[in-house]
T-cell receptor, first 114, second 109 residues
């Protein structure tokens, strides 16, 4: 099993550009999450999904959008990139509600907005 | 957001030394998880604790959940260079995990 895969690994955007960060998991997990990790700041939840067609905001959703059309895929969309969105983005999945169970993380996407 | 404070922020020790890192909050959590993250990779779960006072051991790592379920500690015995990484605690609050800022550990030979 590949687990959670993310593409691209690295990306540089100009201010105002748009992009989609891809996330795919092959573990048939219902729950999926997007986090951002800034240096020295831990992980902050952006959006999460409890199943196909169902998404909800996390702690820091502004400037991002998500969709969940299939169990496997959970893309994160940046519409108008800003320097404040420079960060490392992690996608994660979990088989059940997170509190008592492991979250499986992808390798991350390092995004720089200039 | 329920805050988790981790200490120390950075720790540099030599191989063979013992160490303890702490995760504290003023809030009660239903569970607490510890993850280790290596450079360029995503976090990987080490342990989940759910009962106040619970102690779990994973080889040379010992994890403890406070009686009031507000704090936790991670003790490493005889640290090895392979223990180098960022150690993150995360508290469960329903649908989400609240992560601490992490303790960056460097173990030198």
């Amino acid at each position: 099993n590949a687990g959670v895969t993310q593409t691209p690994k690295f990306r540089i955007l100009k201010i105002g550009q748009s992009m989609t960060l891809q996330c795919t998991q092959d573990m048939n997990h219902n729950y999926m999450y997007w986090y951002r990790q800034d240096p020295g700041m831990g992980l902050k939840l952006i959006y999460y999904s409890v199943g196909a067609g169902i998404t909800d905001k996390g702690e820091v959703p502004n400037g991002y959008n998500v969709s969940r059309s299939t169990t496997e895929d959970f893309p994160l969309r940046l519409e108008l990139a800003a320097p404040s969105q420079t960060s490392v983005y992690f996608c994660a999945s979990s088989p059940v509600l997170v509190s008592y169970n492991e979250q499986f993380f992808g390798p991350g996407t390092r995004l720089t907005v200039l | 957001t329920q805050l988790l404070e981790q200490s120390p922020q950075f720790l540099s020790i030599q191989e063979g030394e013992n160490l303890t890192v702490y995760c504290n909050s003023s809030s009660v959590f239903s569970s607490l998880q510890w993850y280790r993250q290596e450079p360029g990779e995503g976090p990987v779960l080490l342990v989940t604790v759910v009962t106040g006072g619970e102690v779990k051991k994973l080889k040379r790592l010992t994890f403890q959940f406070g009686d009031a379920r507000k704090d936790s500690s991670l003790h490493i015995t005889a640290a090895q260079p392979g223990d180098t990484g960022l150690y993150l605690c995360a508290g469960g609050t329903g649908y989400a995990l609240n992560f601490g800022k992490g303790t960056s550990l460097l173990v030198t030979p």
